[in-house]
């Protein structure tokens, strides 16, 4: 049964029960109240002593009624008729809109036709069409990113393999070959285990032990470590750490951010070099990560930490990646109940920077 059928029925029965219980009213109180007045109570056989204009009137009251329940069914028929189609209309375009969404059309949306709840369905529809549209750019983006960064490199192996096959080559240019060989697999690796730490970031699998961090100490290995990488590219690499900026986390995944974030930072400069800060103000501990590389476009920074998101300054295809990392990061710096954002000028440098409330 359709629901304009529905609420028709609905309106019908309730104007039926109120016409029954209106000629039921009239039935008790009127006999009631004649006996009272009248007969001065005296008892259920009052109609025998009703004058004929008395029990004319009682019968004008009751056809009254029963006319005014005929009127109304057919008034109440009519505007159940215009209030079904009012209500039903916008329901059947979000059947309309539901069955475009079912086949794979997220661009679809419904138009918003009022401020009420209805309307209030409409529009959360809509966003829930948008995060599909964009979870759908996302899948075809990883599809994109990994076939692209695939194919090169399985190309080069597959080259490089030929090579060592051929006897004409020498033994220096074949161990040249098997070290090229090895950087690949090395990338492609790296990819596969970006793909499953996004994987587990997903799932909510993965585990968050928080204890009381010194922020400083935790990121100290970490950027002894990557001054190396930073000093092959001719990048220098400071760490300013105020001492005791001490902070609730898991003192692995603050390692695994910032490697991250120093690594990028390396990445996508070719000059001068990277800052590494650790401080306090007020109740808060801050820890960021500057560089003096070519910047993000300002229309990028909103999408920085959109996953497979790999923008033309910031995420070059030539320097490997799936864009992930960052999604990773962000995930991670918020469940330890920290805040992550960036700034950064085209041609001057980008700033990343986390926030954490200072442990007590």
């Keep these: 049964m359709e629901f304009k059928t529905k609420l028709i029925l609905s309106y019908l029965l309730l104007i039926i029960v109120v016409i029954f219980f209106a000629l039921f009213f009239v039935n008790i109180y009127v006999g009631k109240r004649f006996s009272e007045i009248i007969l001065k109570g005296f008892g259920g056989g009052y109609f025998v002593f009703l004058t004929p204009q008395g029990r004319l009137f009682l ?3 009751r056809t009254s009624l029963i ?6 069914i057919v008034i109440g028929t009519l505007l159940a008729l215009l209030i079904s189609r009012f209500i039903t209309t916008p329901l059947k375009e979000m059947e309309k809109f539901a069955s475009k969404i079912a086949r794979g059309n997220y661009n679809a949306r419904i138009k918003i036709t009022s401020d009420d709840e209805i309307g209030h369905l409409q529009s959360t529809l809509n966003k829930m069409a948008e995060h599909l549209s964009e979870i759908e750019n996302m899948r075809k983006s990883l599809v994109q990113n990994v076939s692209h960064d695939l194919r090169t490199p399985l190309t080069s192996l597959k080259g490089y393999i030929e090579m060592l096959m051929d006897p004409s080559f020498s033994t220096e240019e074949k161990k040249k070959a098997i070290q090229v060989i090895k950087n690949e697999v090395d990338r492609m690796e790296s990819m596969l285990e970006e793909l499953s730490k996004l994987s587990t970031i997903d799932s909510k699998k993965y585990e968050i032990h928080l204890k009381r961090v010194n922020l400083g100490e935790a990121i100290s290995p970490v950027t002894e470590l990557m001054k190396m990488d930073a000093k092959s590219k001719g990048l220098y690499l400071h760490t300013y750490i105020q001492p005791d900026v001490f902070i609730t986390a898991d003192e692995t995944r603050i390692k695994e951010i910032a490697i991250n974030l120093i690594s990028n930072a390396v990445k996508f400069t070719d000059k001068g070099g990277i800052t590494v800060s650790v401080y306090k103000n007020k109740n808060k501990a801050y820890l960021s990560v500057k560089d003096t590389g070519k910047g993000i476009k300002k229309e990028d920074l909103t999408k920085i930490f959109d996953r497979f998101f790999r923008g033309e300054k910031s995420r070059p295809k030539t320097k490997g990646g799936l864009g992930v990392g960052l999604t990773i990061a962000k ?8 805040k992550i954002s960036v700034d950064s ?4 440098g980008t700033e990343f920077l986390l926030e954490f409330p200072l442990s007590k």
């Design 59 to 61: 019968h004008a009251v």
């Design 67 to 72: 006319w005014a329940g005929i009127v109304s």
């Design 331 to 338: 995930e991670l710096t918020e469940a330890m109940n920290g």
């Design 345 to 348: 000028k085209v041609g001057k």
